[in-house]
């Protein structure tokens, strides 16, 4: 690479660990806590869409299991951890990204590692640890484009790889794999805020460009605004996560024909099918407003797949100008979907979209619930760790749902599950129609996030509470939409228990708890309806209760096991106090008691000594694998 060419882009910075992004050496015992320079700069990086990964050497589970303590697993792609040539390790990291080398860099305190790698790959740049704060003001780490897709860039590669891993394990033929994935187009007209990724793909993009043109910003923003011209964009999702904004369809209308002047699609989804299926999107709406589709293809060296899209999507050639094709429609006059692996969502069937506030426990049930009724969800937690697990503990639960093949009430699974979206940026939900928050039960905490929540949805959106205790009005009050508030307080597990306890404020308005039963009677769950007050019915009668059997084991009078046992042989109670206590986690239990003593000021919601000290130790229930009693993980 010469000096007078400007560097390529860096799509990924590979580290190494031990002496770079934190001081010591974790195979030899240490616990260093990571450079907070280092820890800026992924945060920065990540934040532009540059993927983290790992080259280092070191035990894998031990550089692991330390990464993940320090809440930092979830920032990296793809771990290259073991004893082998860095060179390598960084050749495999490219490849399984599917990026060129020259767009990969390498971060080592190590200068005799850092000329193995160079030497290897010399088109990998090398750069000291001691310059890691420094690399996000370099040109080579500053990308041209600042879009969704680039700030989620991380998350979907790791639904990516999620994908890939399925499909090599999956027995049965291609086409039931792509049938099993639950694949949910969703075709918009393109919005000012799309404009960015727009431009991206008509310049990235070229093996899937029906003309091989390429649009600024200024130019597309001008056809959305003619009325003889549609700009579309299409969203991609599927049973592991978003694939982004994935594709651009431009249609000029002049006449009675409607001409496809440009299709586009990313190539990242160029084995899903798609193409033909925005083509029928396109040609329905043409039809629909009573005119004759045509398309233009223009061939280049690499898009010749596009035409075979136009082809199977019922187009013929009709006129040829130079290079320049015609093709008008001559297929069904309604475009048959029925076999399509493929589901199309537009503005006008779109679905509902449900926001999830934490993926703890409570938090993945409800999106669950959600999910699984056929509603579109994003989980938002800024717990790295808690998101990267996530996923994995939502497709247990749908799995094992799916096994016995309906709820505890008999509510029938749907065959229309939503799609899920997991991030760690609060400002995904300013698109969704009812958030759920399931936050930790604090009041500070909830205060400030319903805060920034007003900010950001706009006021048509619902915002319903978790809470075990805090009273809604509370909640609302710091809010500008007091009407749209209320307390939805699931019980957990969120999708085996058939009822969950609606809080009306004194502000919740008519309109708020009439969507909030309709959303709950679509998860197949009866509201129970009661007044704002702190705990409510439930929480108020059953952490008393809870906190008075704790006092009991804690003064000797019986042990967890007895206490629980008469109210189960005694009272009929399918578990007892202790047990519900383990199962809700002590660790809330402990936080609702701080809460409604401070609502309410009984002393008799001060947590007796027995709670706390679990809590310190660890023991939060089930969750943890012990509390008052123990569980096998």
Not at 281 to 288: F, Q, S, T, W
Request: charged letters at 25%; aromatic letters at 6%.
């Amino acid at each position: 690479m010469t000096h007078d060419a400007p560097a390529p882009i860096v799509k990924c910075l590979v580290w190494d660990l031990d002496g770079t992004l934190w001081d010591g050496t974790v195979l030899e015992g240490d616990r260093p806590a990571p450079f907070p320079g280092a820890v800026d700069t992924l945060r920065t990086l990540d934040e532009r869409g540059i993927l983290h990964a790992v080259a280092s050497r070191s035990d894998h589970d031990t550089a692991l299991g330390h990464l993940t303590g320090q809440g930092l697993e979830g920032f990296f792609t793809i771990l290259e951890i073991g004893w082998g040539a860095k060179s390598e390790a960084v050749r495999r990291i490219a490849d399984a990204l599917g990026i060129g080398i020259d767009a990969v860099a390498f971060i080592d305190n190590d200068p005799l590692e850092r000329a193995q790698v160079a030497d290897a790959l010399p088109m990998v740049r090398c750069y000291p640890a001691r310059d890691a704060g420094r690399l996000p003001g370099l040109p080579e780490f500053q990308g041209a484009f600042a879009t969704r897709e680039s700030k989620e860039r991380r998350l979907l590669y790791r639904s990516e790889m999620r994908r890939r891993r399925a499909q090599e394990d999956y027995a049965g033929p291609p086409a039931q794999f792509l049938a099993s994935l639950g694949l949910v187009l969703t075709v918009r007209r393109a919005t000012e805020a799309d404009l960015v990724r727009a431009r991206e793909l008509t310049v990235r993009t070229h093996q899937l460009n029906t003309t091989g043109r390429t649009y600024s910003m200024d130019e597309l923003r001008e056809l959305c605004r003619k009325p003889d011209h549609d700009v579309l964009v299409a969203d991609l999702e599927d049973r592991f996560g978003s694939y982004g904004t994935i594709g651009l369809a431009l249609t000029r209308h002049s006449g009675d024909m409607s001409v496809l002047k440009l299709l586009l699609l990313s190539c990242r989804v160029m084995s899903r099918g798609i193409g033909p299926e925005l083509i029928r999107h396109v040609v329905r709406e043409a039809l629909a407003a009573g005119r004759r589709p045509a398309a233009e293809f223009i061939p280049t060296d690499v898009n010749r797949v596009m035409l075979v899209n136009l082809r199977f999507g019922g187009f013929e050639v009709a006129e040829q100008t130079g290079e320049r094709l015609l093709l008008h429609y001559t297929g069904e006059a309604t475009p048959s979907t029925e076999d399509s692996p493929v589901r199309v969502v537009t503005a006008d069937t779109a679905r509902m979209t449900v926001g999830v506030v934490g993926a703890g426990t409570m938090g993945v049930g409800v999106a669950q619930c959600a999910c699984v009724a056929g509603y579109d969800v994003v989980v938002v937690d800024p717990d790295l760790k808690a998101l990267a697990g996530a996923p994995a503990r939502l497709r247990d639960g749908i799995r094992l749902a799916r096994l016995l093949h309906r709820t505890a009430e008999g509510h029938e699974v749907s065959s229309k599950q939503g799609t899920v979206r997991w991030t760690d940026r609060l400002e995904e939900l300013s698109g969704v129609d009812f958030v759920i928050e399931c936050a930790q039960e604090s009041i500070p905490l909830k205060e400030a996030l319903f805060r920034e929540l007003d900010e950001i949805c706009p006021p048509e959106t619902v915002f319903a509470s978790c809470t075990s205790a805090i009273p809604v009005a509370r909640l609302a009050s710091v809010t500008r939409r007091s009407d749209r508030v209320i307390g939805t307080h699931f019980m957990n597990p969120a999708y085996v228990k058939d009822s969950v306890e609606v809080i009306r404020g004194p502000g919740t308005g008519e309109e708020t708890l009439r969507r909030t039963l309709d959303l709950l009677a679509d998860m197949g769950k009866k509201g129970i309806v009661v007044k704002d007050a702190p705990g409510f019915v439930s929480n108020r009668v059953l952490m008393a209760t809870v906190n008075d059997a704790a006092t009991v084991v804690q003064e000797g009078t019986a042990d967890a096991a007895s206490v629980d046992r008469i109210f189960q042989d005694c009272f009929g109670h399918t578990m007892g106090p202790l047990r519900t206590a383990d199962l809700i986690g002590l660790d809330t239990v402990v936080d609702s008691l701080y809460v409604l003593l401070e609502c309410t000021g009984d002393p008799r919601f001060t947590p007796c000594k027995l709670l706390t000290d679990l809590v310190a130790q660890g023991r939060r229930g089930r969750k943890s694998g012990r509390g008052f009693h123990a569980y096998a993980h």
